[in-house]
């Protein structure tokens, strides 16, 4: 006799996002800006995904592929799919960011989230290469043109980088904010 066939009109979609937060496309064990973007918008697009589930499992990192993710996830919403986030373990920093916009979020009580906050770095190494007798100069037209790991950072630039970050963090708070139904003052 003929195997039924099984037909499939309706589905919910899961995307798993588990591990680091990388630019870029990464293999599987990694979240990765284009590449979860792009697992996202296949759900969007596909006209028998009604939902999707976003396992979220993740310590945070790139700030710029956490960015796309959620857009992916905005764009599911207002493509009329609800999204809802399922925390596992770890929802951090930019694993909070994904998560965010979401239309619901499950966290267990063991689940560690949170740790709202972003950072930068440029590390130069000019006092070790200064013990090993290597010296960098020069002359430069603009503050960014002598920009180097060789040199220490110039005191006008580190404010640009600060005010940088700074920004980052009130954009990231305002999110949850926003999101959450909450102030900044709270959220802060």
């Known amino acids: 006799a003929p195997l039924p066939q099984i037909v499939e009109t309706e589905s919910v979609g899961i995307v798993v996002a588990k591990g680091n937060i990388l630019n870029g496309s990464q293999p599987a064990g990694q979240i990765a800006g284009e590449s979860t973007s792009e697992f996202l918008r296949k759900a969007r697009l596909n006209d028998k995904i009604k939902a999707v589930v976003l396992r979220v499992d993740s310590p945070g990192g790139s700030a710029f592929a956490s960015e796309q993710i959620r857009q992916e996830v905005l764009a599911l919403k207002a493509a009329g799919k609800p999204v809802v986030v399922s925390m596992g373990s770890l929802a951090a920093s930019g694993g909070y960011w994904i998560s965010a916009s979401a239309d619901y979020i499950y966290a267990t009580p063991t689940t560690l989230t949170g740790s ?12 070790a290469l200064a013990h090993l007798g290597v010296n960098s100069d020069g002359i430069a037209t603009s503050d960014w043109a002598g920009l180097s790991p060789a040199r220490s ?15 980052g963090y009130h954009e990231f708070i305002s999110l949850v904010a ?6 900044l003052e709270q959220v802060d």
Do not use: C, S, W, Y
């Not at 926003?178 to 102030?183: D, Q």
């Open 116 to 127: 709202i906050g972003i950072f930068g770095m440029f590390a130069t190494f000019e006092d």
């Open 153 to 167: 950072l110039n005191p006008q630039v580190k404010q640009v980088i600060q005010r940088h970050i700074e920004r």
């Open 178 to 183: 926003k999101k959450r139904n909450m102030t």
